[in-house]
């Protein structure tokens, strides 16, 4: 069945935070590509024309690690994003137990989310929903983030229609403490997550809700003090909590170089305004001093 006159569907490739994603050919291209259906809810004219204004923009957001939105519009109701079809993400790669990632294969994956990221925040657009599975990977080992600015045009996804409600364990301190405010770093933070989860092989701060998440948070890096973060007083959702100590970061990752170490601890820092940008992560000697990042090419990848 034709979409637009020139979307030839295939397969649903799952459902997703805001709808289901098909497999599609493009007839105009041949090029295989994934359409994401969208809810739009109940809108009077059936398609919230602000949100379609919105996704216009980030067919602007052209980057080699960034997916590419190729086309957009509305169609009975709903409203259907194109991409480039991508054939696995980062998730699948962390959690595949036949997939040994070396130290220059850790940093590959990381600077090529950092670079993606990078030209967003340049164009002052943030991410704000950064996980391993929006990080897809395509036929040439390319990192590529996916679903951009999607959290701010749509609003915090509805949890409640999808198996994905795992976003809370890479959500930044003041997020959880119910800022309104936030800025580029609340990807920064769940790119230290992500980077911690490529060391540990396993996601690291697990909460089972929002308090659980903060205290996981409290546990790794201990209670941040007013001193380090004079913010904090003053957000919306903040409470006392107990002091708890921090634990050297080392006993936490014990395989981690010092470089890796220092930038980890860098991207964890609590006051946002404090926090390294994703601009001078990249240019930590982490990434200069060897091993170098490997090719993508030859990055391994899920059978
Ligand atoms: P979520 O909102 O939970 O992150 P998505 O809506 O991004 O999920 O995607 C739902 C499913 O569609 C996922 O299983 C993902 O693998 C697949 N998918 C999304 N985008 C693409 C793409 N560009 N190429 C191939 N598969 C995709």
Request: net charge positive; aromatic share 10%.
């Amino acid at each position: 069945k034709k979409v637009a006159d020139r979307y030839l569907k295939r397969e649903v490739l799952g459902e997703g935070t805001y709808g289901v994603v098909y497999k599609a050919i493009d007839t105009q291209t041949g090029q295989t590509v994934a359409i994401k259906k969208i809810r739009i809810g109940k809108q009077k004219e059936g398609v919230n024309f602000t949100a379609l204004r919105e996704i216009k923009l980030l067919k602007e957001l052209k980057d080699p690690n960034i997916i590419e939105l190729i086309d957009c519009f509305p169609h009975k109701g709903n409203l259907h994003l194109v991409f480039e079809f991508m054939e696995t993400d980062l998730e699948a790669v962390i959690r595949d137990r036949n997939i040994f990632l070396s130290p220059g294969d850790i940093k590959s994956y990381l600077q090529m989310t950092l670079k993606g990221l990078a030209h967003c925040h340049k164009k002052w657009v943030l991410h704000r929903d950064m996980k391993p599975n929006n990080l897809l990977i395509g036929p040439n080992g390319q990192l590529k983030l996916a679903d951009f600015g999607l959290a701010r045009i749509f609003g915090s996804p509805d949890r409640r229609f999808t198996h994905q409600v795992f976003a809370r364990w890479y959500r930044a301190p003041e997020l959880l403490f119910g800022t309104k405010q936030y800025g580029p770093g609340v990807d920064v933070w769940a790119a230290a997550c992500i980077f911690a989860e490529l060391l540990l092989r396993r996601p690291f701060l697990q909460g089972s809700s929002d308090i659980d998440q903060l205290g996981k948070i409290f546990a790794a890096f201990g209670t941040p003090s007013p001193s380090q973060w004079p913010d904090m007083l003053y957000l919306p959702d903040y409470v006392e909590y107990q002091y708890v100590p921090p634990p050297p970061l080392r006993s936490l990752f014990p395989m981690a170089t010092d470089d890796a170490l220092d930038l980890l601890s860098k991207m964890f820092t609590y006051d946002p305004k404090e926090r390294i940008s994703v601009q001078q992560a990249l240019e930590h000697r982490y990434f200069s001093c060897p091993p170098p990042p490997t090719d993508p090419e030859k990055l391994p990848r899920p059978a």
